[in-house]
């Protein structure tokens, strides 16, 4: 564990994490968050970022040097479903892609302050059928998405293998697969989580469902069918709440029989990826899903 990565989580625990802890407004605080969290790097050189809609909301096209415009990777960013966008994932998002050699096209998805659940998952749907009208067809599209983005990827996945149409692969940073917080990890590790609070899970989950139930598949990946998934990678950090939430995933994916891949990185904070402008361990992380993105397309495109 790097110096940096350490110093990372004090950052988070001193400043993201008190923001999170006191959320009142989503739409004002989910701002906060949002230009905190744009303060984690710049991008990369040589990368490119251009705003447009696909699937009826906006979105960013962001790509690395060196990539292929035949393939794409479909990114649903977190930020407990009222933060976030492709904004603040943007610098993150630009190395992954040259890590992947592949474009991302980040979906500025509806928030909960925007509109009631399943409005989000719908709306990740639309982003997916766009681009398959526009042209990519499902082995040449990797999902990806970490926190709430990555449980929201996962439910979409679910509804992708209920219609026999699974993407070529997908990987999850640290996912937010179940909102009943059924997990043993959120009481264990609710000190040692820098960043996320956990006696504010259940009141963000509330305020997303909407009324809706926890165990509602496109809420809680966790309780989805997954028939014939595809590759799967999932990372997560040792101190983070939402470890149990990967594990039990995983089982999920690995009973319907998935290939997939859990990474559990020591000491790492929810989110450290976002750090990847000067963490060692962010920049690994990200060149190990990279490495899965291409041998997913590799394998897909035989």
């Keep these: 564990m790097s110096l940096r990565l350490k110093l990372y989580a004090l950052g988070n625990r001193l400043t993201l994490k008190p923001l999170f802890a006191r959320v009142k407004d989503p739409a004002r605080d989910g701002a906060r968050i949002d230009r905190l969290a744009a303060m984690a790097g710049g991008y990369p050189p040589l ?12 979105g960013h096209w962001i790509a690395g040097p060196g990539t292929r415009a035949d393939r794409v990777i479909l990114y649903l960013h977190g930020g407990a479903y009222f933060a976030g ?6 610098p993150m998002l630009a190395r992954l892609s040259g890590y992947a050699g592949a ?8 928030l909960l302050q925007d509109a009631p659940f399943p409005a989000a998952h719908d709306d990740a749907l639309a982003a997916w059928d766009d681009l398959i009208a526009r042209g990519w067809s499902p082995d040449r599209i990797v999902l990806g998405g970490d926190s709430a983005g990555g449980g929201l990827m996962l439910a979409l996945l679910a509804t992708l293998c209920g219609r026999g149409t699974p993407p070529a692969g997908a990987f999850a940073l640290s996912p937010w697969t179940d909102l009943s917080l059924s997990g043993d990890s959120i009481g264990k590790n609710a000190r040692a989580d820098a960043v996320l609070p956990a006696h504010r899970m259940k009141e963000a989950a509330a305020a997303y469902l909407d009324g ?10 966790l309780f989805a069918d997954f028939p ?6 999932l990372q997560v950090g040792s101190p983070e709440i939402l470890v149990d939430d990967t594990y039990r995933m995983a089982n999920r994916l690995r009973d319907a ?10 000491g790492a904070p929810h989110g450290w990826h976002m ?3 000067w963490v060692p361990e962010a920049r690994a992380a990200l060149r190990r899903v990279g490495a899965f993105v291409q041998t997913s397309f590799d394998s897909a495109n035989r």
């Design 47 to 58: 990368s490119l970022h251009l705003r447009r809609p696909l699937g009826g909301r906006p």
């Design 85 to 90: 966008s492709g904004i603040t994932h943007g």
């Design 103 to 110: 474009p991302v096209f980040a979906q500025d998805y509806r």
């Design 212 to 221: 809706a139930s926890a165990d509602d598949p496109r809420a809680s990946p």
């Design 228 to 233: 014939n998934p595809p590759p799967v990678l």
């Design 257 to 266: 029989g998935g290939d997939v891949l859990v990474e559990t990185w020591d």
């Design 275 to 277: 750090g990847a402008a």
